[in-house]
């Protein structure tokens, strides 16, 4: 059974950091693409950003670019997504999912969770 | 960056009805990459069709999409009382992958 637990999520000053984890099971983690997307009231779904497979190709939004960094550790199955300089409007619950193949350009066919991402003073 | 928009923004219907939902993007989509998913409260979403037309694994056939383009349906042929949700398309031929901005399914 595929497994997507999310981590890391909090309250946050803006301007501060967080690093959120994903810890995947029931799938084989390096044959596919990992991305995060972000729910928040107003604007519904946003994708925020996908890594490939092998963890070699990354791709971000515009509003997040040079800000948050995905990565992920094929050995320890593990998604990360560093978040930096955070500003009140990245206030959302971010989901971790999984692509259905190992290419970005892959529909998402398993989500976490969810966690929440608070940006506030 | 290809901008997704969803109609209606608002859908009433009673269980039993058919429900058509609408996703037009702002330039074609390469290879017909383009996802329906739907979201319930306190829930994940759920990917329902991929590629268009393919429903994903475990959604029941009365879930059916089409389309190519820029024009993509989402038809349910028979509402049942857990299809009440909001629907998003999204599309993920290209950087950024984009959904649009969904569809509440509500009960009249």
């Known amino acids: 059974e595929v497994q997507l637990s999310e981590s890391g999520g909090g309250l946050v000053q803006p301007g501060g950091s967080l690093r959120l984890s994903c810890a995947a099971s029931?799938?084989?983690?390096?044959?596919?693409?990992m991305s995060w997307v972000r729910q928040t009231p107003g604007k519904g779904l946003e994708w925020v950003s996908g890594?490939?497979?092998?963890?070699?190709?990354?791709y971000y939004t515009d509003s997040v670019k040079g800000r948050f960094t995905i990565s992920r550790d094929n050995s320890k199955n593990t998604l990360y997504l560093q978040m930096n300089s955070l500003r009140a409007e990245d206030t959302a619950v971010y989901y971790c999912?999984?692509?259905?193949?190992?290419?970005?350009?892959?529909?998402?066919?398993?989500w976490g969770q969810g966690n929440p991402v608070t940006v506030s003073s | 960056e290809i901008v997704l928009t969803q109609s209606p923004g608002t859908l009433s219907l009673s269980p039993g009805e058919r429900a058509t939902l609408y996703c037009r993007a702002s330039q074609s989509v390469s290879s017909s990459y383009l996802a329906w998913y739907h979201l319930k409260p306190g829930q994940a979403p759920r990917l329902l069709i991929y590629g268009a037309s393919n429903r994903a694994t475990g959604i029941p056939d009365r879930f059916s999409g089409s389309g190519s383009g820029t024009d993509f349906t989402l038809t349910i042929s028979r509402l049942e009382p857990e299809d009440f949700a909001v629907y998003y398309c999204q599309q993920y031929g290209s950087s950024p992958f984009t959904f649009g901005q969904g569809t509440r399914l509500e009960i009249k």
């Open positions: 999912v999984k692509g259905g193949c190992s290419s970005p350009s892959c529909s998402f066919d398993y």
């Open positions: 890594v490939s497979g092998s963890g070699g190709n990354t």
């Open positions: 029931g799938f084989s983690f390096s044959n596919f693409a």
